[in-house]
């Protein structure tokens, strides 16, 4: 099982539509994930950070943690084409406390 | 510096030779991440600096890989005898210590074995 789980995609959405980014985590112990967002040929950018149960919001960007389902997602409202990237989830464990990364999912808004 | 600083930006060198790739860390980044990326693909942990120490080398993927810091900044990446399957974009990333660590990464090295 990898530490961290992404569904690669692609997920296609039209422009204005809600994205829906999903991410698991294998440590149970983990206490801090990211969301990462990189532009094909450029290097990742952090988007948004959480560390508590719930929801929490930026923008349009909605972060939701569940760490008894050891679940983490990305919700993009009205999305924009300029929002197609690939979203990388990041978690920052227990096992010497280094940030370990899913594979990415790759995010097309159609305009 | 404004961010992180890597060099250089590509490389291209021939199987079994030896590389060198070199991450500036932005001033007062503590720790120091070092990912390898193969095209399309997420990022592959290797190496994590707390300091001038690696506590966590375990995503070196042979002993042809090796990295050190020194003086709690520059960091360089070694590569000994290159092999084909080692091309990738090599990410460097810094950030202050503390319970939520924000990664910032510089532009990458594109390594490409021939």
């Known amino acids: 099982q990898k530490e961290v789980e992404q569904n690669s995609g692609p997920l296609s959405v039209p422009e204005g539509a809600i994205a829906s980014l999903n991410c698991t985590y294998s440590d149970r112990g983990s206490q801090s994930f990211f969301w990462y967002r990189q532009y094909s040929g450029k290097s990742p950018e952090l988007i948004m950070f959480?560390?508590?149960?719930g929801d929490k919001e930026d923008g349009r960007f909605t972060a939701q943690l569940n760490k008894a389902s050891q679940y983490v997602s990305l919700l993009i409202r009205d999305s924009q084409p300029s929002d197609s990237a690939t979203y990388l989830c990041a978690v920052r464990g227990t096992g010497g406390f280094k940030t370990i990364f899913g594979a990415g999912t790759r995010l097309f808004v159609k305009a | 510096g404004a961010g992180v600083s890597q060099s250089p930006s590509n490389k291209v060198t021939e199987k079994g030779k030896d590389v060198e790739l070199r991450c500036d860390p932005i001033s007062g980044h503590t720790a120091l991440y070092w990912y390898r990326q193969s095209l399309g693909q997420g990022l592959e942990f290797l190496i994590y600096f707390q300091g001038n120490s690696a506590p966590d080398k375990s995503g070196l993927p042979s002993d042809r890989f090796s990295a050190e810091r020194t003086g709690g900044s520059v960091s360089t990446l070694t590569i000994q005898r290159t092999q084909q399957e080692d091309s990738a974009v090599y990410l460097c990333a810094s950030t202050r210590t503390g319970p939520v660590e924000k990664l910032f990464f510089g532009s990458g090295t594109q390594l490409s074995v021939l």
């Open positions: 959480i560390y508590s149960n």
